[in-house]
C-alpha cells in the first residue's frame, strides 16, 4: 500500500500506476528521513476532490491560489514505511475538454527529498568538527603572507593580556584565527550543499573569527594521555650476585580503561608529544620476598620512574623482606616535548622474587601554545562554536539576505539588504 500525504493530508493516488523507485545519493539516514543529492523524483495524482482541494482547483481559469505553487511538507510511505520525507510542488496539471468547459485530470507533483531545511542540517555542527588542517607556531608561520582565497587560517596580533616583554611580542603571543568563508564552505559542504556567497569575495574573504591562545583539553585527551596494564615481565626473581636495570612494559593499552590514542607508547618507553605539566602514576600489585646478600657491601632494589636517563621518583624495595601490598609511585612536573618516560626496577646484592601487577597513567595538563609545536586547528577553535552561531551573527552584522535552491543543494547570499529593510 503506498501512501501520500502532502501538507499533512493523505491525497489520492493510482495504486497501479504509482512506481516508488527512488534512487538517492544518501548522505544520511535518521529516522527514517533519507536524504540525498538526487532524490527528486514526479509522481502523478488523479484530479479527486481530496487532491482538487489540497491543490486549490489550480487548473481552474479565475482560481484563487495561496499556497499551491510553494513547497508542501511531503512525505510519501509504501507499507507503512517513510521512502521519501521531504517537499511537495505542483509542476504541471492536465485538463480534460468537456461540453461544459473544462475539468482536472491529473497534477504532475514533484517530489524532493527534505534538504530544504538547511539552516537545521549546517547549523547543528561544531565548527571545530569541519575538519581543519595543523599550524604551527613559529617566526616563520607568524610572519607569512596568508592569502585570504586560499587560507584556513593566519595569525594576528590581540591583547588578551599584558605582554610579556615591553620590547617586543613573542611568538606564542600572536592570536590564530580562521577565515570566515572557510566555515561556511566546510559547513554547507557537509551536509552536501554548495554556497554563493559574497564572503568568498574581496574585501568579505579577509574576515577572520581569532580563537585565544589556548589548546583545548580535549586535545590532551585525544592525543597525549596514556593508561596501560599487565606488566611483563610479571615474575622477576635474581641472586644477590646479580645486579642491572630492568624496564617494565606495560602490555595492554586497550582493554578499557586502557587507552594510547596518541600511540605514545612503544616498547616500555612513552615519548611526551608536547612539552606540558605531567603527571606519572603507577599503581602496582606487589608481592615480594627479598633478603640483602652481603651486609656489608652497597645494596639496592627500587622501582623508578626515569626521564631522559635520570630517575626522578623512587620507591625503596631494598629492606623489605616480605611485602603483599598495594604500591604508588607518582611524580609530578614540567616534562619538554619528546622526552622518554620509563619505569624500570634497578637491582643490586638482593637475592629476590617479585610479583608484579597494575598499571600506569600518564596524565597531562597544559593549556598556552608553545613556539615550535604543532596542533590541529580542532583543539584551538573552542568548543562552544556552532555554525548556527556564525551563520546567526552575520546575518544580523551585515543584514544579510539568504535564497535557498532545494532542488540544487544551493544555498546563496546575493546581496546585502539595506539598512532598515524589511524584507
Known sequence: MIKLFVNNREVDI????????????????????????????????????????????????????????KLFDARLEANGVPILVGKGRVDSGAINNIHSGFQGKDYKV??????????????????????????????????????????????ILMKWRAWENEDYILDNELTPAIFIWQILEKAFANKGYQINSIFKTDPFNRLIIPMGLNLDADYIKDFVNLRASNPSPSSITYSAGDYGTLTITF???????????GNNYTGGTYTTPIAALYELIAEL??????????????????????????????????????????????????????????????????SFTLNLAGSISVVAEKQVIDVGET????????????????????????????????EDRTASIPWILSCGSEN
Open 251 to 261: 602490555t595492554d593499552e586497550t582493554t578499557a580503561p586502557n587507552f594510547d590514542t
Open 375 to 406: 596542533y590541529n586547528l580542532q583543539y584551538i577553535i573552542p568548543n562552544s562554536w556552532y555554525v548556527r552561531d556564525i551563520i546567526t551573527d552575520l546575518t544580523l552584522i551585515f543584514n544579510l539576505a539568504w535564497e535557498t535552491d532545494v
Open 285 to 350: 600489585n606487589i608481592d615480594l620476598t627479598a633478603s640483602i646478600g652481603d651486609i656489608n657491601q652497597f645494596a639496592e632494589l627500587i622501582l623508578f620512574w626515569e626521564i631522559d636517563g635520570t630517575a626522578v621518583s623512587i620507591y625503596d624495595l631494598t629492606n623489605e623482606t616480605v611485602l603483599n601490598d598495594s604500591i604508588l609511585l607518582e611524580y609530578l612536573d614540567d616534562i619538554n616535548a619528546n622526552s622518554s618516560v620509563i619505569l624500570k626496577l634497578r637491582y643490586e646484592n638482593v
Open 14 to 69: 493510482d495504486q497501479d500506476e504509482t512506481n516508488v523507485t527512488v534512487n538517492y545519493s544518501i548522505e544520511s539516514i535518521n529516522l527514517g528521513n533519507i536524504k540525498g543529492a538526487h532524490s527528486k523524483r514526479n509522481i502523478k495524482l488523479p484530479a479527486t476532490k481530496t487532491n482538487l482541494e489540497v491543490f486549490e482547483n489550480i487548473q481552474e481559469i479565475g482560481s484563487v491560489i495561496t499556497d499551491a505553487y
Open 110 to 155: 514533484a517530489l524532493i527529498g527534505n534538504n530544504a531545511d538547511w539552516f537545521a542540517d549546517v547549523g547543528n555542527i561544531l565548527v571545530r568538527d569541519l575538519g581543519w588542517q595543523t599550524i604551527t607556531v613559529s617566526t616563520a608561520s607568524i610572519k607569512e603572507n596568508y592569502d585570504p582565497t586560499t587560507s584556513e587560517s593566519c595569525f
